[in-house]
C-alpha cells in the first residue's frame, strides 16, 4: 500500500537501490576517470525520476523482471550527460550542493565523460532488439540537444515569450520523461492509444518537473537546493516566472526588472523577488504548473487501478509539491 504522508520514493526505496547498484556496474571501463566523473556527477544526489518512471510504466503495461533496473539506468545517464554538458557551458561550480566536475576535473574532461554517458546509454539500448525503442530514444536524445542549443540562443534574452520558453523546456526536460514512460510502454506491449497517453503523461510531468524548478529558482532554500537562489538567472535563463512579471509589469517596474535581471547580485534578490511578487507571477507559474499536473493526472484515467498507476498519481502531486 502507498505511504500516507511521507515521500512516495520511500515505498521505491528498494527499486532506487537496485537502480544505483546498475548505475555503478554499468559504468566500468578500462578508463579509471570515466567511472570517477561518473560517480561523481550520479551518485551525489539526485531522485531517481526517470528511471522510476521507466520502471513503473513497464510493470503498468505487464512488463516484469529485474531486467528493467539495468535498463532503466539508460534515462540516468543521459540526464547526467546533459548536466555535465550544462555545468560547462553555464561554468556552474556547485551542483547539489558540492563541486561541479568541471570544476575537479576540468572541461576538456567532463565534456568527453558526458559523450561516454551518451554512448553507453545508447548501447543499453540495443540490447532491447527493438528498433521501435532506438527509434524514440533517438528522437529524444536529438530534440534534446535541440533544447540546449535554443537555451543557449535564449541566454539573457529578456524578451523571450511564454511559447519560446515551453519550447525550451519541453525539449530540454520533458521530452526525456515523455521518452522513458513511452519506452516502458514498448516494453510492455501496450495497445499504441495507451502508449501514447503515457508518452504524454511523461512530458506533462516533465513540464510541470521544470516549471516548478524555475520557481523554486526564486524561491527555494540554499541549502535544499544545493545552489544558491537566483543561480538561474545569473546564469542567462529566464524562466517563467520573470517572463511573466516582465510582461505584466509597468514601464517603470518593468526596466527596474530588466536593470536587476540583467545585472543581478545577492543583494538585488529580494528586490527583484519582491517585483515578481508585486505582479503575482510565482503564482502564475505554480498555476501554470498545477495545471500541467491535472493533464498528466488525466493521462493515466486510460489504465486500469494498480499499485503502479497508484504510484504515478503519487508521484505526480509530489513533484509538484516538492522544495526542491
Known amino acids: 500500500m502507498v505511504a500516507r504522508g511521507k515521500s512516495i520514493l520511500k515505498d521505491l526505496e528498494k527499486d532506487v537501490v537496485a537502480i544505483n547498484n546498475a548505475l555503478t556496474a554499468n559504468l566500468q571501463t578500462h578508463v579509471p576517470l570515466i567511472a570517477e566523473v561518473g560517480r561523481h556527477i550520479l551518485l551525489s544526489g539526485g531522485k531517481r525520476i526517470r528511471p522510476l518512471l521507466f520502471i513503473l510504466s513497464a510493470r503498468m503495461c505487464g512488463c516484469q523482471g529485474n531486467h528493467l533496473n539495468g535498463f532503466s539506468t539508460i534515462f540516468e545517464y543521459l540526464h547526467a ?24 576535473w576540468g572541461n576538456q574532461a567532463v565534456i568527453l565523460v558526458g559523450d561516454f554517458l551518451l554512448a553507453k546509454a545508447l548501447s543499453l539500448a540495443v540490447t532491447t ?21 535554443l537555451q543557449l540562443l535564449h541566454a539573457g ?20 520523461m515523455s521518452a522513458a514512460c513511452q519506452i516502458g510502454a514498448i516494453l510492455g506491449g501496450v495497445p499504441a492509444e495507451s502508449e501514447e497517453a503515457l ?50 509589469a509597468s514601464p517603470v517596474d518593468r526596466e527596474r526588472l530588466a536593470a536587476i535581471a540583467q545585472a543581478l547580485t545577492p543583494e538585488l ?48 502531486e509530489e513533484l509538484l509539491a516538492r522544495t526542491h
Open 81 to 104: 550527460a546533459t548536466l555535465l554538458h550544462d555545468d560547462v557551458i553555464d561554468t556552474a561550480s556547485v551542483r547539489r550542493g558540492a563541486s561541479t566536475a568541471n570544476t575537479i
Open 129 to 149: 532488439n527493438k528498433l521501435q525503442v532506438l527509434q524514440v530514444l533517438s528522437q529524444a536524445t536529438t530534440m534534446m540537444a535541440e533544447g540546449e542549443i
Open 157 to 176: 534574452n529578456l524578451k523571450i515569450t511564454e511559447a519560446e520558453y515551453f519550447e525550451v523546456i519541453t525539449r530540454k526536460t520533458a521530452i526525456l
Open 199 to 248: 508518452s504524454q503523461m511523461g512530458l506533462n510531468l516533465g513540464i510541470t518537473f521544470q516549471v516548478v524548478d524555475d520557481i523554486l529558482d526564486y524561491t527555494g532554500d540554499e541549502r535544499e537546493l544545493g545552489k544558491e537562489v537566483c543561480a538561474d538567472l545569473r546564469e542567462g535563463r529566464v524562466t517563467l516566472p520573470l517572463i511573466h512579471a516582465l510582461a505584466q
Open 269 to 316: 534578490a529580494p528586490e527583484l523577488r519582491s517585483l515578481i511578487d508585486k505582479y503575482g507571477s510565482l503564482d502564475y507559474a505554480r498555476t501554470v504548473a498545477r495545471d500541467y499536473t491535472l493533464k498528466a493526472q488525466e493521462n493515466l484515467k486510460t489504465f486500469p487501478a494498480s499499485l503502479e498507476k497508484t504510484y504515478f498519481g503519487a508521484i505526480t
